[in-house]
């Protein structure tokens, strides 16, 4: 049982956590247990995905536990921006505020366009007033893990698949020839047998790359390869190499600790193209800006002022009250106002539900965001039967429901302090009500 | 899409329809295909209007043409 915990503070969090909503039984002694694992690890960048799976809980609820959790004190949210060919946790942000349009992996030398729905992950770790760990200062990092952890229990992403299925980690791993933390000030050497391809690798503390290609004919003698790192970068004596020994000395001239990790990748490997990695399942940046909790509990959470973010893929309805000027007329503004409430009000629930979050309503229409097309027409159709309900309990039909549904590529963006989109998508799943005539298509 | 819903009734588009599990889950309830123009989009786009189980069709009533 872990022994630095702020045990006071836990359950204090906790009796506030079990109030915050109601909860399937043991859900929270689940949580309670994590947090008292022996393993730091456990709880650095928590996917609430996984404890889902593992806890049996579904993952809504674990979504919604991470985020009250949070709210209260518990963990910190942050925002990691995946590379989708090595794994790389190029950026990780603790706030969407802070996340730009694109990105740049060090290793991969590769830009990529930030989207909220591929490599853009949402993750919880421990809060430090709880529970402190090494992880939660990164600029010392280096002084509490092995080479080993740092590059694949921080650096890498732990849900990186290849393509067969196997743990991207674990090939890297074999890929690697040297892994190895160099002093300020130390040289190392390190004797290597190097096949044709190139030698290709980075220090992950500067965010300095280095690659040379290995080629011609096999070095009869022992080459020797002087890398010197200076400034943020690597600095080395030859633009190639050749098949054979070699070998290579690592010289840190900065005044910080470096961290060299360096593979050797084969003419095989190179001519493969890159096909990207898949991902275990994890909590993407999209499913979590549709989620109503978020909505609700992270109002502060958007996009920063002129930024935008790339949605591939994401699911609009939008509602309406058909009729409304004539019901105003009829029951007038103030009965009318707190009847579109109460409708919102039953709506809100019924898009809850169905894993999907309340936009914004607009006059007395309603825009709500699904990362999934197939929860918002279920949405839509029990919606409908709501409706049909709220009104059979009032004994009038006056509040009547038309919904529109449809999903496509659209950007996040911030508009009147909120988080919101922008895009065609949104126009077709809205747009008609001006020029549609009954009877009429124009 | 939504304007072109009229009461009780959900209009999806084509990209929302061919959906997995969409169709499958929608076996229950009438639906009518047709077709629609909406405003500011050049293209003429398939639509799906799903009628609540609660209500009669209302064919044309919304403004979409259905097949012959």
């Known amino acids: ?442 | 899409m939504q304007e072109l819903a009229d009461s009780r009734e959900v209009y999806v588009s084509e990209e929302i329809y061919q959906a997995p599990g969409v169709q499958e889950f929608l076996g229950k309830f009438e639906i009518i295909p047709g077709k629609a123009h909406l405003k500011g989009i050049h293209t003429e786009m398939q639509v799906y209007k799903i009628l609540s189980s609660d209500r009669e069709s209302v064919d044309g009533r919304a403004g979409v043409q259905t097949p012959a």
């Open chain 1, 1 to 442: 049982m872990a022994t630095d915990i702020d045990e006071k503070l836990l359950d204090e969090i906790l009796t506030d956590l079990e109030k915050a909503r109601s909860w399937t039984p043991r859900t929270i002694a689940k949580l309670e247990s994590l947090i008292h694992s022996e393993d730091e690890f456990a709880l650095f960048r928590i996917n609430p995905i996984r404890f889902a799976n593992e806890k049996n809980v579904s993952e809504a609820e674990a979504i919604d536990l991470f985020l009250h959790a949070t709210r209260l004190g518990l963990f910190q949210m942050d925002w990691q921006l995946l590379c989708p060919l090595c794994g790389a946790i190029a950026n990780s942000f603790n706030s969407l505020h802070d996340v730009h349009s694109d990105y740049f992996c060090t290793l991969c030398q590769r830009s990529a366009e930030t989207s909220m729905d591929d490599y853009m992950q949402v993750s919880f770790t421990i809060a430090p007033p709880v529970r402190k760990l090494v992880f939660h200062r990164p600029e010392s990092i280096q002084e509490h893990l092995s080479v080993d952890d740092f590059y694949f229990k921080y650096f890498f992403s732990e849900n990186g698949l290849t393509t067969t299925g196997e743990k991207s980690n674990d090939q890297l791993r074999a890929l690697a020839k040297i892994s190895s933390y160099l002093e300020p000030g130390q040289t190392k050497t390190f004797d290597l047998d190097l096949s044709a391809g190139r030698l290709w690798g980075l220090d992950g503390l500067h965010q300095a790359h280095l690659s040379l290609p290995i080629g011609g004919e096999p070095a009869v003698t022992s080459q020797h390869l002087w890398i010197r790192l200076a400034e943020g970068e690597f600095q080395a004596d030859t633009a190639s190499l050749f098949p054979g020994k070699i070998s290579l000395e690592f010289e840190n001239r900065t005044s910080t600790k470096a961290a060299l990790f360096f593979m050797c990748l084969s003419e095989d490997y190179l001519r493969k193209t890159p096909t990207g990695l898949q991902f275990a399942p994890f909590l993407s940046a999209k499913r979590l800006v549709t989620t109503q909790t978020f909505r609700d509990l992270f109002r502060n959470e958007y996009v920063h002022g002129a930024e935008s973010i790339n949605i591939k893929e994401m699911t609009f309805l939008f509602t309406d009250l058909k009729g409304s000027t004539a019901l105003y007329d009829r029951i007038g503004d103030l009965k009318a106002f707190a009847l579109v409430q109460e409708h919102f009000e039953s709506l809100t629930k019924v898009i809850q539900n169905h894993s999907g979050a309340i936009v914004k309503t607009i006059g007395d229409a309603v825009m709500a965001s699904f990362a999934n097309p197939f929860d918002a027409v279920r949405a839509a159709l029990e919606l409908l039967e709501e409706i049909s309900r709220f009104n059979k309990m009032r004994g009038s039909e006056d509040v009547i429901l038309k919904i529109g549904i449809h999903r496509g590529p659209c950007i996040a963006v911030t508009l009147n302090d909120c988080l919101d989109y922008f895009g065609q998508t949104i126009n077709i799943a809205s747009r008609c009500k001006s020029w549609l005539t009954p009877g009429k298509c124009t």
